[in-house]
Nanobody, 133 residues
Framework: QVQLVESGGGSVQPGGSLSLSCAAS????????MGWFRQAPGKEREGLVA????????YYAESVVGRYLASQATAKNPVSLVKNNLKPVDTTTYYCAAARGPVGLLQCRNYFAQGAETDLDYWGQGTQVTVSS
């Protein structure tokens, strides 16, 4: 059984940095499509980043491009999300999600960029990030 285990998060002052990590426990494939969403209370879920093993980051939302950096070495390694220059609007709960089995790069990107997240198979428990002075 595959479980996504998130770590990182916490509180930081505006302009600071945080790193999140998402590991796919029990995943046996050699490639994985994984990424991050966030959802603030009363707002729609926002796809932030899509990563595919070996291909790197396929998508960054406009709200985070240039500030967030996602990477993954192999499917056995966690997907790392480094968040720089954090702003109060970044305060919310962040969720990682992944697709079962191999998918095409465009499909992987669309899961996170085109609102197709309901087709994703695995979800993390969510981790809170708070940006305030």
């Amino acid at each position: 059984q595959v479980q996504l285990v998130e770590s990182g998060g916490g509180s930081v002052q505006p302009g600071g940095s945080l790193s999140l990590s998402c590991a796919a426990s029990g995943y046996t494939g050699s490639n994985i499509c994984m990424g991050w969403f966030r959802q603030a209370p009363g707002k729609e879920r926002e796809g932030l980043v899509a990563v595919y093993t070996g291909a790197g980051a396929l998508y960054y939302a406009e709200s985070v491009v240039g500030r967030y950096l996602a990477s993954q070495a192999t499917a056995k390694n966690p997907v790392s999300l480094v968040k720089n220059n954090l702003k109060p609007v970044d305060t919310t709960t962040y969720y990682c999600a992944a697709a079962r089995g191999p998918v095409g790069l465009l499909q992987c990107r669309n899961y996170f960029a085109q609102g197709a997240e309901t087709d994703l198979d695995y979800w993390g428990q969510g981790t809170q990030v708070t940006v305030s002075s």
